[in-house]
């Protein structure tokens, strides 16, 4: 496969689930399952959005990064912005978050 038809493969997978709104392994309380088995505590889970959790995660950056106040965090392939929302809450309103993603 070349570059380009893997990154189209790769973005079109990403897409449906994200159009979907759930993840990738069924409904939304897989989500919550899936990010509890790597390291999200139920309290966080709690603290965001429903529909950032997809799910999609393959850990859990928020936990080791040691964010301080007023810090700016770029979340490449942010999905649907789970760790960005616990970002923002240790940074503060003087940091800032940016999340990207390659989805529409």
């Known amino acids: 496969m070349k570059s380009k038809e893997v990154k189209k493969s790769v973005r079109d997978s990403y897409t449906k689930v994200a159009r979907r709104g759930s993840s ?8 919550t ?10 309290e966080e889970l709690l603290s965001i959005p ?4 997809m799910g ?9 990064a040691s964010l301080k106040k007023g810090e700016v965090v770029l979340d490449l392939g942010a999905g649907g ?8 809450q240790k940074v503060g309103p003087t940091g800032k978050v940016i999340g990207v993603d390659m989805t529409p």
């Open 50 to 53: 429903d529909a950032s959790n």
């Open 81 to 88: 912005g789970l760790d960005c929302f616990l970002s923002s």
């Open 56 to 64: 999609l995660g393959c850990g859990n950056p928020t936990a080791i």
């Open 24 to 31: 990738c392994c069924g409904d939304s309380s897989k989500s």
């Open 33 to 42: 399952d899936v990010s509890k088995a790597i390291g999200y505590s139920q």
